[in-house]
């Protein structure tokens, strides 16, 4: 049964770096037919995507984050981590990570829990 | 970036009313189109993929259509369970993106 788990610290100050893992169980991050995505959901509003990476090292970001988003994958640890920079109130949100089918088929098919992350001094 | 609009972004009806909700896209996308079921303090749920194919566990009530930039997800007769927010996403080119939401409330 395929898991992904979201961690991070859920509480975040203006200006500084957000580090959020996401640990997968139940497959490989290294398979050919997945990329791994994140996802944020502000408190009230709608879904937000945020980038999606694959094994092979293809990264891909959202227009209005990619100055201040990294994606990255540890394949020796079966996870992948989202960091985000000069976090204001704005980015507080729900993030979630996901799964996402390559090919003809794509989509989100599993989606972790999320975690929400809290920006404030 | 490639913009989706849906609509309506409310809607309310009854148990058993046929509901459609619709998404355009700014341009042409194939049927690299999909449509998540998400309700209050949940994980958004996968319902259909490619436009038109039911993912696996989904009720037969649910169905879509539709390619190219316009699509379309109907519930043939909605049920209690179905009262939620629904989101459409392309998945033609990146950046990926998502429609604004329907909110599916009762009548």
């Known amino acids: 049964q395929l898991q992904l788990q979201e961690s991070g610290p859920g509480l975040v100050k203006p200006s500084e770096t957000l580090t959020l893992t996401c640990t997968v169980s139940?497959?490989?991050?290294?398979?050919?037919?997945?990329?791994w995505g994140w996802i944020r959901q502000p408190p009230g509003k709608g879904l937000e995507w945020i980038g999606s990476?694959?094994?092979?090292?293809?990264?891909y970001y959202s227009s209005s984050l990619k100055s201040r988003v990294t994606i990255s994958l540890d394949t020796s640890k079966n996870q992948f981590s989202l960091k985000l920079s000069s976090v204001t109130a704005a980015d507080t949100a729900v993030y979630y990570c996901?799964?996402?089918?390559?090919?003809?088929?794509?989509?989100?098919?599993?989606w972790g829990q999320g975690t929400l992350l809290t920006v404030s001094s | 970036d490639i913009q989706l609009t849906q609509s309506p972004s409310f809607l309310s009806a009854s148990v058993g009313d046929r509901v459609t909700i619709t998404c355009r896209a700014s341009?042409?996308?194939?049927?690299?189109f999909a449509w998540y079921q998400q309700k209050p303090g949940k994980t958004p749920k996968l319902l259909i993929y490619?436009?038109?194919t039911l993912q696996s566990g989904v009720p037969s009530r649910f169905s879509g259509s539709g390619s190219g930039t316009e699509f379309t997800l109907t519930i043939s007769s909605l049920q209690p369970e179905d009262f939620a927010t629904y989101y459409c996403?392309?998945?033609?080119?990146?950046?990926?993106?998502f429609g604004g939401g329907t909110k599916v409330e009762v009548k």
């Open positions: 996403q392309q998945l033609h080119g990146y950046p990926l993106t």
């Open positions: 139940g497959a490989s991050i290294s398979s050919n037919s997945y990329y």
């Open positions: 490619a436009a038109s």
């Open positions: 996901a799964r996402q089918v390559r090919g003809g088929g794509t989509c989100y098919d599993y």
């Open positions: 341009q042409g996308i194939s049927s690299y």
């Open positions: 990476i694959y094994h092979s090292g293809s990264i």
